[in-house]
């Protein structure tokens, strides 16, 4: 069993077979991305940035749950940095070992920075519409997994990286909406792909996208891409 990551980043067979236009697609959104937020510099060790990153996704997602946005506020304690630090280590999205609970003041400027800008994308929105963490039922070899943020018909990928938008970001998405045509569920049909550190995004139709990547309709792309999941492992149907 794999996640979603290492599918999306792994299997470029499969994925060159199906998705050929996919780099000039993302060429084509990184070119398009809309400003919503000034940059929070890159000021943190290489190695930490990934949790920095995860921890102001966790403190966003503390403030949602208090139903405030905009994070208008500074980190609120200890505890709290301590509790979004041990959630932050146990997701997989920190994929590296080692990290130690703590945090440098720098380190804790940048995951509010970040956390902030996020809360400022969200701004207009009610806290009660926002679904965090939306989860996608396993199919064949893939783990169960989840996404970051949910509204209505659209799906937001939260992204806090120094670089542009990549293949394997946009695979990534494929995927999750591969495994709700898995479960029977309608895919999502706006795609947003946001970057609080270097305050921009970009978001696209999820049928154009499959088109414009694959030259197949949103459903058909779908369909190989469950197909191909099951096929390594035929015996298990869909797993929770």
């Not at 000039?24 to 937020?37: G, I, K």
């Not at 905009?70 to 200890?78: K, Y």
Request: net charge negative; proline share 4%; charged share 20%.
């Amino acid at each position: 069993m794999i996640s979603e990551r290492r599918f999306a980043s792994a299997h470029t067979a499969f994925w060159n077979t199906y998705t050929p236009l996919c780099g000039r697609y993302v060429r084509q959104l990184n070119s398009l991305c809309v400003r919503f937020a000034p940059a929070v510099p890159a000021g943190s060790d290489t190695a930490r940035r990934a949790l920095i990153a995860e921890v102001a996704f966790e403190y966003f997602c503390i403030q949602v749950s208090k139903g405030q946005v905009d994070q208008s506020e500074p980190l609120a304690s200890d505890l709290e940095l301590d509790m979004m630090l041990a959630q932050a280590n146990m997701e997989s999205r920190v994929e590296a070992s080692g990290y130690a609970l703590e945090m440098s003041p720098e380190e804790r400027k940048e995951s509010f920075e970040m956390a902030r800008n996020l809360g400022g994308y969200f701004a207009t929105e009610e806290s009660s519409t926002l679904i965090l963490k939306p989860k996608f039922r396993g199919c064949g070899i893939l783990h169960q997994c989840e996404g970051d943020v949910a509204i209505g018909d659209a799906l937001i990928e939260v992204k806090a990286i120094s670089r542009g938008l990549g293949v394997a970001e946009v695979r990534q998405v494929l995927t999750y909406l591969a495994l709700q045509y898995s479960s029977g569920v309608p895919a999502y049909s706006r795609i947003s792909f946001v970057n609080p550190r270097k305050g921009v995004y970009s978001e696209c139709e999820t049928s154009e996208l499959a088109t414009q990547i694959s030259g197949l309709s949103l459903y058909e792309l779908l369909n190989e891409i469950v197909g191909y999941l099951s096929e390594w492992f035929p015996t298990s149907g869909n797993r929770q």
